[in-house]
């Protein structure tokens, strides 16, 4: 069996590495740019199960086990420092109630924190605007740039054939198949295809007369100068504040601060924003004071490939039997990649998900109108 | 391009921002990493004050050399991002309303 993927990101590379493991000896990974050249290494590299939705939440317990039972063989680092969710207005913690009986329904350990109990999970808040936050102690962050790289030259390793600086032009379809892929280097036959592209998936199926809702949404994130280690948890989000500024202090000591902010849809990867930063700094500077002596020292930008309820797309791209999609991970997909790897690989080698609750996440779904329901997108 | 960084040599630094060793970049191009923007990232050059002023040509080089390509091949992902040099967060905030 022939398997072509689109996209050398996270999610191309663990679909890759599932399919190898499942027997699959031909399997190609194209990419229009340098891999991992995405939304995969311009994350912030945090990672929760504390989502607000069963379909989010099943998947990411399963991803994150997965995660950290690679975790030896690969190399990979990750490092569980919690979440904490910050509530400025004392009818924000009634809301975080909620979530925290949703989330123990899912064996989320999440808790409610009162004001003394905040300084004593972060000593730098400013506790005198705060009420008190929600806290996921099994939520945290990794080193994204050492994990793909540990990822990328062990799926090489294993024979996957990593095609770089090639761009998937077309489909061609022929009856309900598509049999070959039409790129920049040539036209490429497979048995099945899978594309994993992000935002740039909705115009290579386009191709084949399929509409993918995909909007690329671009993000800004700053980054100070290293520092000691200087906040405790893994990412503090300000939840009271429109786009929920948020913040972290990644392996090396730079903090990492960002927002969500109005902007334009699909605007070039080199917009720049510097207006941005004003905006992001301000409401995160009440919380920690200590903000206004750190060093901006760079910015870039990304894209959240979002989907219109948030959730990526899994599944057939139906009417084409062999034809697959992850996308559309709307800000989640480096610690979704191994489920997603585990979810492709099912799907293309038994007929369906290996986890049920994946079938809600199919294309189908923007058809029939039964999209899923978050009790609330945090972060 | 300094004969030195060719020496194997654990003292070498090429760059000066993160303290990146000449031989560090040599055992990350051996480890399997073939490509520029990976290797830059992986090893963080770039990634400090600088920008990649003084390492990333030298990097480019060693690169280049051992994969056999261009050096404009290389460096064709290669970007600056502001700002040009670290600023203090104090002048983004003055006065402004959040």
């Known amino acids: ?379 | 391009m300094g004969r030195e960084v060719s020496k194997s040599s654990n003292t070498v630094i090429v760059c000066r921002c993160n303290d990146v060793t000449a031989d560090e970049i040599r055992k990350a191009i051996e480890m399997g990493i073939d490509d520029f923007e990976l290797l830059r990232k992986y090893l963080r050059l770039g990634f400090g004050p600088c920008q990649g002023r003084s390492c990333i040509m030298i990097a480019a080089r060693m690169f280049a050399r051992a994969t056999g390509r261009g050096l404009d091949e290389v460096l064709l992902n290669y970007k600056v991002r502001p700002p040009i040099v670290p600023i203090s967060a104090r002048y983004f905030i003055k006065g402004v309303k959040s």
């Open chain 1, 1 to 379: 069996m022939k398997v072509l993927i689109v996209g050398a990101g996270i999610s191309g590379l663990f679909i890759a590495y599932e399919l190898v493991q499942r027997g699959v000896k031909d399997v190609t990974v194209i990419d229009s740019s340098y891999p991992g050249s995405g939304a995969t290494l311009r994350n912030l590299g945090c990672f929760r199960t504390s989502f607000t939705s069963p379909e989010h939440v099943v998947l990411l317990k399963e991803s994150l086990r997965e995660w950290f039972a690679l975790k030896d063989e690969f190399g990979f680092k990750l490092e569980r420092r919690g979440y904490l969710w910050v509530a400025r207005k004392p009818e924000t913690l009634e809301g975080f109630k909620k979530l925290v009986d949703f989330h123990h329904q899912y064996d989320v350990p999440t808790r409610i924190l009162d004001v003394e109990e905040v300084k004593r999970v972060e000593p730098r808040l400013n506790t005198k605007l705060v009420v008190g936050a929600m806290f996921d102690p099994t939520a945290g962050r990794m080193p994204i740039i050492e994990n793909f790289v540990n990822l990328y030259i062990k799926v090489k390793k294993l024979g996957v054939k990593v095609v770089p600086y090639t761009k998937v032009i077309k489909f061609i379809p022929r009856g309900d198949r598509v049999v070959a892929a039409e790129t920049s280097g040539g036209t490429v036959e497979f048995d099945a295809a899978v594309v994993a592209a992000g935002g740039d998936s909705r115009d290579l199926i386009a191709t084949v007369g399929v509409d993918v809702p995909i909007v690329d949404v671009p993000r800004h994130p700053y980054v100070t100068e290293p520092y000691a280690e200087t906040l405790r948890p893994a990412l503090i989000i300000d939840w009271d504040t429109p786009g929920s500024p948020h913040i972290t202090q990644n392996e090396h000591g730079s903090m990492i601060l960002a927002r969500d902010l109005e902007d334009t849809p699909r605007a070039s990867i080199y917009s720049q924003r510097i207006d941005a930063v004003p905006h992001i700094l301000k409401p995160l500077r009440e919380l920690l004071p200590f903000l206004s002596s750190v060093n901006i020292l760079r910015y870039w930008m990304g894209y959240y490939d979002m989907t219109p309820d948030h959730h990526p797309i899994y599944g057939p791209v139906t009417p084409y039997e062999n034809l697959f999609i992850a996308a559309g991970f709307s800000g989640h997909g480096m610690m979704m990649g191994p489920v997603t790897g585990k979810l492709i690989a099912s799907w293309i080698l038994d007929g369906r998900p290996y986890i049920d609750i994946a079938k809600n996440l199919t294309l189908e779904r923007f058809k029939t109108g039964r999209l899923v329901k978050e009790l609330a997108v945090i972060g």
